[in-house]
């Protein structure tokens, strides 16, 4: 039996440095979702963002592709960034050997 977990996103804190809380999967089917939060989240303003992956549980190439494409907006004027905390070992891997560790992670 596999258990397929929701995914679900929460935005907190500030407009200029919101944590977005994400839970579940990001893969083709749910990059969408996340692309269309960060892009808005970017509209208004949004500086530093913090994505919360404590319960993310697989990345594949399109929430990758999400992901440096905002991290590419926020460097633009180099004043922006966005940070992931909390990644499990198996995400952490994929940022790893697609040599997104450095850009992306946080510790």
């Known amino acids: 039996m596999t258990v ?14 919101p944590v977005v809380i994400v839970k579940g999967e990001i893969d083709v089917a749910t990059s969408p979702q996340l692309r269309r939060e960060l892009t808005a ?20 190439s399109s929430g990758l592709g999400v992901l440096v494409g ?3 907006r926020l460097r633009e004027d180099d004043t922006g960034s966005i940070r992931i905390v909390g990644a499990q070992s198996s995400v952490r891997k994929v940022f790893e050997i697609t040599g997104l560790e450095a850009a992306l992670l946080d510790g």
């Open 4 to 17: 397929v977990t929701p995914f679900t996103i929460e935005v907190a804190g500030e407009p200029e440095a």
């Open 41 to 60: 989240l970017v509209a208004r303003g949004a500086r530093n963002i913090t994505l919360q992956f404590d319960e993310v549980s697989f990345v594949d």
């Open 70 to 72: 905002t991290y590419k």
